[in-house]
């Protein structure tokens, strides 16, 4: 056996016979929640030890007056809304995307921001409106596109934008979540913030964070190093912060120049997530001189469910699971879905039906 596959091995070993005080670790990241459900982690796990997904897959969070506003677009005379495959699928007040376009609506789907590029230049007769979501991950590929539209002189391009950022929502969770004692950090969004975005949280309000991959290996050693610092605090008052174990793609400064390309073309904002309503300075928006590209975006205040008995809001702050709401798995799946945790494949009750996720 090798060195690795000793330790992973006894990683699973002590994952499983641990019987100490419950302690309950939340993925903020919907990869994460997707990789776990993928590699089993949450079925090796002590009956003591808890895994929540928490609110971040950007599809999830996306309020229903977004899509609502971009069904109102798709409908209007010359516009076309492009988008990725996993929004086209989200429910707004009556209807998504995907309906809207079964009724005549011009809606397109494409593989990256860039391809409305070749779109606009295309078809310049028409306005298209990219439906630019997402967090710290991909708002740099957002303002690539803003880049390469100015210095192309490309003028029908809008976008109407519902960006986020990690800080705020995890400062939200510390003070409204329920029984949260740490964090397992998403690594593609540290691989451009840094990792030391999450040290004034840690300070704070004293949790750990462990900045994970998304190998079945690297994750399990983020996980397991997480929930050691959590007894390690509980025992001895020390806390380890932020721990990086991601160390192949992330470092602690980030990087620079993505995140001065953001800085550019938008600044902070006040943000609605869908579930849990306007969380301050959580989100992005376009700065002053590039509002030319915006399509409406300030105008988003609306946030309502499809079907009022879905738990989606609940799921999303970690204080409950899938399996408790009353729609799951029976009116609510993946080809029928009354909430935006089972649209995407990286939503918490998507995950927990395909993968059938117990904790």
Same mark, same amino acid.
């Given at each position: 056996?090798?060195?690795?596959?000793?330790?992973?091995?006894?990683?699973?070993?002590?994952?499983?016979?641990?019987?100490?005080?419950?302690?309950?670790?939340?993925?903020? %990241?919907?990869?994460?929640?997707?990789?776990?459900?993928?590699?089993?982690?949450?079925?090796?796990?002590?009956?003591? *030890?808890? !895994?929540?997904?928490?609110?971040?897959?950007?599809?999830?969070?996306?309020?229903?007056?977004?899509?609502?506003?971009?069904?109102? !677009?798709?409908?209007?005379?010359?516009?076309?809304? +492009?988008?990725?495959?996993?929004?086209?699928? +989200?429910?707004?007040?009556?209807?998504?995307?995907?309906?809207?376009?079964?009724?005549?609506?011009?809606?397109?789907?494409?593989?990256?921001?860039?391809?409305?590029?070749?779109?606009?230049?295309?078809?310049?007769?028409?306005?298209? +409106?990219?439906?630019?979501?997402?967090?710290?991950?991909?708002?740099?590929?957002?303002?690539?596109? !803003?880049?390469?539209?100015?210095?192309?002189?490309?003028?029908? +391009?809008? !976008?109407?934008?519902?960006?986020?950022?990690?800080?705020?929502?995890?400062?939200?969770? %510390?003070?409204?979540?329920?029984?949260?004692?740490?964090?397992?950090?998403?690594?593609?969004?540290?691989?451009?913030?840094?990792?030391? *975005?999450?040290?004034?949280?840690?300070?704070?309000?004293?949790?750990?964070?462990?900045?994970?991959?998304?190998?079945?290996?690297?994750?399990?050693?983020?996980?397991?190093?997480?929930?050691?610092?959590?007894?390690?605090?509980?025992?001895?008052?020390?806390?380890?912060?932020?721990?990086?174990?991601?160390?192949?793609?992330?470092?602690?400064?980030?990087?620079?120049?993505?995140?001065?390309?953001?800085?550019?073309?938008?600044?902070?904002?006040?943000? $609605?997530?869908?579930?849990?309503?306007?969380?301050?300075?959580?989100?992005?928006?376009?700065?002053?001189?590039?509002?030319?590209?915006?399509?409406?975006?300030?105008?988003?205040?609306?946030?309502?469910?499809?079907?009022?008995? %879905?738990?989606?809001? =609940?799921?999303?702050?970690?204080?409950? $699971?899938?399996?408790?709401?009353?729609?799951?798995?029976?009116?609510?799946?993946?080809?029928?879905? =009354?909430?935006?945790?089972?649209?995407?494949?990286?939503?918490?009750?998507?995950?927990?039906?395909?993968?059938?996720?117990?904790?």
């Amino acid at each position: 056996m090798t060195d690795i596959s000793h330790k992973i091995s006894q990683i699973k070993k002590w994952l499983a016979a641990y019987d100490g005080p419950d302690i309950s670790i939340m993925e903020v %990241c919907g990869s994460h929640t997707a990789a776990i459900s993928k590699y089993g982690i949450s079925g090796i796990l002590s009956e003591k *030890l808890h !895994l929540i997904s928490g609110p971040g897959c950007p599809v999830c969070v996306t309020p229903t007056g977004y899509i609502d506003r971009l069904i109102e !677009l798709s409908m209007e005379e010359h516009t076309t809304v +492009v988008t990725f495959g996993d929004l086209i699928r +989200v429910p707004g007040r009556e209807k998504s995307l995907a309906e809207a376009k079964g009724e005549g609506a011009s809606v397109e789907m494409v593989y990256s921001p860039m391809d409305i590029v070749r779109l606009a230049k295309e078809h310049p007769d028409r306005r298209f +409106v990219f439906a630019a979501v997402g967090f710290e991950t991909t708002a740099p590929v957002y303002a690539v596109l !803003l880049e390469q539209l100015v210095a192309e002189q490309v003028s029908n +391009v809008r !976008l109407l934008t519902a960006l986020k950022t990690m800080p705020p929502v995890i400062g939200w969770l %510390c003070e409204h979540g329920d029984g949260i004692d740490g964090f397992l950090a998403p690594g593609h969004v540290a691989a451009v913030t840094g990792s030391d *975005l999450f040290v004034p949280l840690a300070d704070q309000y004293h949790v750990p964070f462990g900045v994970a991959g998304f190998g079945a290996e690297e994750l399990l050693l983020a996980v397991y190093g997480t929930f050691r610092a959590v007894e390690q605090y509980r025992d001895s008052g020390v806390l380890s912060g932020v721990k990086n174990y991601y160390p192949s793609v992330v470092c602690a400064q980030g990087n620079q120049r993505a995140k001065k390309l953001v800085d550019t073309y938008f600044e902070p904002s006040d943000a $609605l997530w869908r579930g849990i309503g306007v969380i301050a300075g959580s989100g992005r928006k376009l700065r002053a001189e590039y509002a030319k590209f915006d399509a409406g975006s300030d105008h988003l205040t609306e946030d309502h469910k499809k079907n009022q008995a %879905c738990r989606c809001d =609940q799921v999303l702050m970690g204080k409950a $699971l899938p399996g408790d709401c009353p729609l799951f798995g029976t009116v609510c799946t993946p080809m029928n879905p =009354q909430g935006a945790c089972m649209v995407s494949e990286e939503g918490s009750c998507h995950q927990y039906l395909m993968y059938h996720r117990t904790r």
